[in-house]
């Protein structure tokens, strides 16, 4: 496996991924990045194994693999070295090397086959939304949301889709944030689903003010969202 990249280009969807990583794993492999290189694409995937988030970008891929790698080591290299460097990643065994200018980083890896994959999602239905009204219905609301509740359930954010609208609802049992979509929108099935408290953080974080709009995959246990070159996906 071997690619070269820009600093830049490397650094947004690193510095995005990386939130979804926790610091405090069970398996180590979830401490990782995984690293996939094929057909001039370099893809970034985290999970937590409740959250998953994977970044697309360019990249001119000399050699196709996949491997993982420490996500808040790699990020930390690649913030430190000077902007406009080129990048060029390595992998020889169980080593992965990164050189840029008269640098050079060695870093261990763990297996790509050992990294997990979200479930594939079953979609049931697909839901459009404006971008910029669905974040601010989940900033209105998700203050709201209980943080480590034994009522895991409280632990999350509720959409209700009822009736062509959209409820986003939150409670910590002491306070209710409610917020109602104020347009309709196409649902063939009036359904609730909450999403925990990790996945509507990260995506609150990925959503911004635009005026496009973004659609929702819903499974029976997954949410997905697909903005640009990210998709997040989300248990339920």
């Not at 980083?105 to 297996?111: A, E, Q, R, V, Y």
């Not at 925990?196 to 959503?207: A, D, I, Q």
């Amino acid at each position: 496996m071997k690619f070269t990249i820009s600093r830049e280009v490397l650094l947004q969807p690193l510095s995005q991924v990386v939130g979804v990583v926790e610091r405090r794993q069970t398996l180590p492999v979830l401490a990782n990045f995984m690293l996939s290189a094929r057909g001039g694409q370099l893809t970034v995937t985290g999970t937590d194994m409740e959250v998953e988030l994977i970044s697309t970008i360019p990249a001119d891929v000399l050699q196709d693999g996949e491997i993982t790698v420490p996500a808040r080591k790699l990020l930390d290299i690649i913030k430190a070295l000077p902007d406009g460097s080129g990048i060029t990643f390595t992998l020889s065994g169980d080593k992965a090397t990164l050189s840029a200018g008269r640098s050079r980083f060695t870093l261990s890896t763990l297996p790509a086959s050992e990294f997990p994959a979200t479930d594939q999602v079953e979609t049931l239905e697909n839901i459009v939304v404006s971008e910029a009204t669905l974040k601010k219905m989940m900033d209105k609301t998700s203050f709201a949301m209980a943080n480590q509740d034994v009522r895991y359930y409280l632990n999350g954010l509720l959409f209700d889709f009822a009736g062509k609208q959209l409820r986003a609802v939150a409670t910590d049992g002491h306070r209710l944030a409610i917020c109602d979509l104020d347009e309709s929108i196409d649902v063939g099935t009036d359904r609730q689903l909450i999403v925990p408290r990790k996945g509507v953080m990260e995506l609150s974080r990925m959503l911004s003010g635009d005026e496009g709009e973004v659609t929702l995959a819903i499974g029976r246990n997954h949410i997905r969202l697909v903005k640009g070159d990210t998709t997040f996906t989300s248990k339920l």
